[in-house]
Nanobody, 114 residues
Framework: QVQLVESGGGLVQLGGSLRLSCAAS????????MGWYRQAPGAQRELVTA???????WYAESVKGRFTISRDNLKNALYLQMNSLKPEDTGVYYC????????WGQGTQDTVSS
């Protein structure tokens, strides 16, 4: 069973780009606002961006203008395009509902080197 499966992380240099993908079970994804969460080393997990089923987006100030969230409602998939990456973007990225959280997936590690 799929639940939430994140992929696409890696090691990039300052200013680089990464594209994350999330495959979700229909029961988790369909009709729900979804978000990308980041857990930096030694920090709590935080929501960095979210998107409603109709495509309305929200971004934390720290990523606004650099990250773009999108979703494919037919594929139950969530995406995150991350550009102009900074070392403070380093962390494990998770997808989940914005509200009414489901069980967390394993996340995908992003490391930005300076």
């Amino acid at each position: 069973q799929v639940q939430l499966v994140e992929s696409g992380g890696g090691l990039v240099q300052l200013g680089g780009s990464l594209r994350l993908s999330c495959a979700a079970s229909e029961s988790i994804f369909d009709g729900w606002a979804m978000g990308w969460y980041r857990q930096a080393p030694g920090a709590q997990r935080e929501l960095v961006t979210a998107i409603t089923p109709s495509g309305t987006t929200w971004y934390a100030e720290s990523v606004k203008g650099r990250f773009t969230i999108s979703r494919d409602n037919l594929k139950n998939a969530l995406y995150l395009q991350m550009n102009s990456l900074k070392p403070e973007d380093t962390g494990v990225y998770y997808c989940n509902r914005r509200d009414s959280l489901s069980a967390w997936g394993q996340g995908t590690q992003d490391t930005v080197s300076s």
